[in-house]
């Protein structure tokens, strides 16, 4: 009776958590979906201090204040900029929870349940161990490029993809030496084989193909969440980590369709495709780079009507959001057409731009996908591009030889006029040199992202004053 | 009677299904947010974890399951939280 009860609420949890998902549709409803999905989460973890073999409970209310504290402590204190990392990282901590539960089985945590096959159970923990191992030891090396506590270019061994071969299938050797023997210390070493796996995954693995890695390692956590519930045998464990490893799946998909590379290559670890040398010597890059200042570009700005910010993460890199929304203040109330132009892989995580302009109060409805804003692009004046590059490069489009090639592009040089801002003349993180800085209508403004748009902003102001 | 690894097998790919149903609708707005809403969700693991850490069978198990408490409960506590705390932002 009483397991019965508990089930059930797994599976109002899972009904919860479904509809929570689904209020994510709408800015409007999202607040209120995330509500009804930590209700859910509320709700399982209660029924589950109803399971009778809880006895000691000291453990676990040192474990959730800890927890509490920590968790909450990072979501409060984490600049909107840190966030790609801040995902990265919580995805790897529910990787791990799953494989230390698994590994607990294995020192008699949890009785097997009737009906289910010993062999099964175990082949189940081995693979709970591999995809829990896998997701937070990549995931920490996703946090610590991003936060910089490592050198975010992609490093490679020789034979890196056999090795990480190698690796898998010794994983899932030993994962048939644990279901034969059932001895612990496979479940360590299975553990060990997978940490090395996840580092090997993620580090070849650099700045801008960062949104396709996270979004794989979240669609890893749900999948390690199901897989334990298969360990556990829990119905809503099962339940709910499928539906968060079919978002993490979704979201690679479209990151993978953003930048033109196949999913399946995104699977066996195919990221990150670095410019050769013969494919930079192939491109002819004709006219000559112009730079402009502050005040030209004002003036520009002045006789424009429709005006497109096209982002990168050279935004995020000098927090130039807030800078920018004076800025689009400032041309809004002159009546002059404002949007934002955002691709898919800006940034170094699905969304990133968005949560950025959230931030500082841009409107939603001023924000356009690919797609619109490609539409809207020729009929556009000045294309500011703030710290975007392969985004916006015309090779993508143009040529077939180049790593980024086939790449969908917000075409900002079908805009009247372009301005770039940039730090330097260096390629993006592709290696693709970027011939939209040669062309007849485009201008380079060099210098840091949020101080050039500030002083855009003040000579306008005072420009329209005279 | 089917057995219970049926079920859950069952029930995986039906999960999966709805899943993909649910979260095509997610606009690009809102990636992150959704992103960080169902790692928060995948913090699930953390019933598990509580009765590992609960069960008192035995000393390692015991340890493991607090362990995965701590982890998951970040897990759970930081995802829900930083959700919140983006999706205000949009609100507005």
Sequence with gaps: ?466 | MVDPVTVGIIIFVLALISGFEVITKVPPLLHTPLMSGSNAISGITLVGSLVAAGAGEQRVAEILGTLAVVFASVNVFGGYLVTDRMLRMFRK
């Design chain 1, 1 to 466: 009776m009483r397991e019965s009860l508990i089930d059930i609420a797994y599976l109002v949890s899972a009904v919860l958590f479904i509809f929570g998902l689904k209020l994510l549709s709408s800015p409007k409803t999202a607040v209120r979906g995330n509500l009804i999905s930590a209700f859910g989460m509320l709700l399982a973890v209660v029924a589950t201090l109803f399971v009778k073999d809880i006895v000691h409970f000291r453990n676990i209310a040192i474990g959730l204040i800890i927890g509490a504290v920590a968790g909450g402590a990072w979501a409060y204190l984490v600049k909107m900029t840190q966030m790609p990392q801040t995902v990265a990282i919580f995805n790897g901590f529910g990787g791990i929870a799953s494989a230390l539960v698994a590994i607990s089985t294995l020192y008699g945590a949890f009785k097997i349940p009737e009906g289910v096959p010993l062999e099964w159970n175990r082949a189940a923990v081995g693979l709970s161990i591999i995809v829990g191992s896998v997701t937070f030891f990549g995931s920490f090396i996703a946090f610590a490029k991003l936060q910089e506590i490592i050198k975010g270019d992609p490093i490679s061994l020789p034979l890196h993809k056999l090795w990480n071969l190698v690796l898998l299938i010794s994983a899932l050797v030993l994962t048939g030496f644990l279901v034969s023997s059932g001895n612990v210390n496979f479940a360590w070493i299975i553990f060990g084989v997978s940490a090395v796996l996840g580092v090997m995954l993620v580090i070849p693995i650099g700045g801008a193909d960062m949104p396709v890695a996270i979004s794989l390692l979240n669609a890893y956590s749900g999948l390690a969440a199901a897989i334990s519930g298969f360990v556990l045998n829990n119905y809503g464990l099962i339940i709910t980590g499928s539906l968060v490893g079919s978002s993490g799946f979704i979201l690679t998909k479209i990151m993978a369709d953003a930048m033109n590379r196949k999913f399946v290559d995104i699977l066996i670890g195919n990221v990150t495709i670095q410019m050769t040398e013969e494919a930079f010597a192939g491109v002819q890059i004709k006219g000559r780079v112009k730079k402009t200042d502050p005040q030209e570009v004002a003036i520009l700005l002045d006789s424009a009507n429709t005006i497109a910010f096209v982002p990168g993460y050279g935004m995020a890199v000098s927090q130039a959001q807030f800078a920018v929304k004076e800025l689009f203040n400032l041309l809004t109330k002159d009546g002059k057409e404002v949007y934002f132009a955002i691709h898919p892989v800006a940034g170094r995580m699905p969304g990133h731009m968005n949560v950025l302009l959230a931030e500082a109060d841009i409107p939603y409805d001023k924000i356009k996908t690919l797609e619109e804003s490609n539409s809207l692009i020729s009929e556009t004046d000045i294309a500011f591009v703030i710290g975007a590059n392969d985004v916006v490069n015309p090779l993508a489009r143009d040529s077939k030889d180049t790593p980024i090639s086939g790449m969908p592009i917000i075409e900002v040089d079908r805009a009247k006029t372009v301005i770039v801002l940039k730090r330097s003349m260096r390629a993006g993180f592709s290696g693709v040199p970027n011939p939209l800085f040669y062309l007849d209508n485009s201008y380079m403004l060099f210098g840091d992202a949020k101080q050039s748009i500030q002083e855009v902003a003040k000579e306008f102001k005072e420009y329209r004053k005279l």
